[in-house]
């Protein structure tokens, strides 16, 4: 296996962990502390990815045609997910009164519903595939940092320094399309360049993971309860601190994990993460519509019951995964696969 190749199969794996995590946090109450802990760095770690695999010797300068292919890898899947699922719901949940145990999705007004697909989180609780919030918000982020670093590197390193630093801490005026989180992950792009350039991942040590241990559990304990969806950032060093410390943290311990099939399946999550963000709120609300019209457990209850979050989350993503396994050459599905 070449490095190359070895790369490639842990960070599957990462974000394999990262969108387990994420199904989870969405099926476990949110006063729960493992839903608290989860929050500190499972959507920091997707940013500092993108930073990662981010090629600037390719796109540094080509700045239209990276737009391009970000519009085509994740806006794309946006919009596509957005308006297919629309009339969808319109008609099961809006008009049928189904599928309202998750986010309540009857109760969302249609007009509302709909004016939120081109305005993004701005209004989260009307978007009614709320959790794609995350793909708007990272393609500006990328388009960001490098029209940052083609605009201000060549002038003076500082200067783009200077830039993302002040990007990152200098916007709280909630904008459309998660622009303004895109300004927050600034840090987490820059952070991702550096840890790849710097070989950062590999000279971790087993001291230095118990220091990352610390930092998370210090962030964990002392930093309020993180949401980039809605904003809550709490602390800005904290913020950072759990994010960055949270997502070394998981590269590492992906490292090395290199064989076997947990490690097999846990990276087809990873290269499916698009697929399974897309349809787990979908599976998750018509399973919580099964369980409420057959068992006596009450809704408020389904985010607190360890068998039903269990089975919300396994169900969540292992019928995306067959889905994507048999049906992903399809065209539409096509776009939500790798």
């Known amino acids: 296996m070449t490095e190359q190749a070895a790369r490639i199969d842990w960070i599957d794996f990462a974000k394999g962990v990262a969108i387990i995590l994420v199904v989870l946090g969405h099926a476990i109450d949110g006063?729960?502390?493992?839903?608290k802990f989860i929050y500190v760095f499972h959507m920091p770690f997707f940013f500092v990815t993108a930073g990662f695999l981010l090629n600037l010797n390719k796109w540094g300068g080509v700045y239209k045609s990276f737009e391009?292919?970000?519009?085509?890898?994740?806006?794309?899947?946006?919009?596509?997910?957005?308006?297919?699922w629309y009339p969808i719901w319109f008609i099961v949940c809006?008009?049928?009164?189904?599928?309202?145990?998750?986010?309540?999705?009857?109760?969302?007004?249609?007009?509302?519903?709909?004016?939120?697909?081109?305005?993004?989180?701005?209004?989260?609780?009307?978007?009614?595939?709320?959790?794609?919030?995350?793909?708007?918000?990272?393609?500006?982020?990328?388009?960001?940092?490098?029209?940052?670093?083609?605009?201000?590197?060549?002038?003076?390193?500082?200067?783009?320094?200077?830039?993302?630093f002040f990007a990152s801490i200098g916007f709280n005026v909630m904008l459309p399309m998660g622009i303004d989180i895109a300004f927050v992950s600034q840090i987490f792009i820059l952070a991702g360049i550096l840890i790849r350039k710097n070989n950062f991942v590999d000279k971790i040590s087993l001291i230095s993971c118990v220091v990352l241990m610390l930092m998370v559990a210090f962030a964990f304990c002392f930093n309020g309860h993180v949401s980039m969806t809605f904003r809550r950032y709490g602390d800005p060093i904290l913020f950072y601190m759990g994010g960055l410390?949270?997502?070394?943290?998981?590269?590492?311990?992906?490292?090395?994990?290199?064989?076997?099939?947990?490690?097999?399946?846990?990276?087809?999550?990873?290269?499916?993460?698009?697929?399974?963000?897309?349809?787990?709120?979908?599976?998750?609300?018509?399973?919580?519509?099964?369980?409420?019209r057959t068992t006596n457990f009450a809704p408020e209850d389904f985010f607190k019951e360890p068998s039903i979050i269990l089975a919300v989350t396994m169900t969540s993503i292992l019928i995306p995964l067959f889905i994507a396994r048999r049906f992903g050459k399809l065209p539409v599905l096509r776009v939500f696969c790798t």
């Open 31 to 35: 006063l729960n502390p493992l839903c």
């Open 68 to 84: 391009m292919k970000l519009v085509k890898r994740l806006l794309l899947p946006y919009y596509l997910a957005e308006l297919l």
């Open 94 to 164: 809006h008009k049928a009164g189904h599928l309202q145990y998750l986010w309540y999705w009857c109760k969302i007004d249609p007009l509302d519903a709909f004016a939120a697909i081109f305005i993004g989180n701005n209004n989260e609780s009307d978007l009614i595939l709320g959790q794609l919030w995350f793909l708007p918000a990272l393609l500006f982020a990328e388009i960001i940092f490098v029209a940052l670093y083609n605009r201000l590197k060549k002038i003076d390193w500082k200067i783009f320094l200077a830039a993302i």
């Open 245 to 292: 410390s949270g997502t070394m943290l998981l590269m590492k311990i992906s490292t090395l994990m290199t064989r076997g099939k947990i490690f097999s399946l846990i990276s087809s999550c990873g290269r499916q993460s698009m697929m399974i963000l897309v349809l787990h709120p979908i599976i998750a609300n018509v399973l919580y519509e099964i369980i409420a």
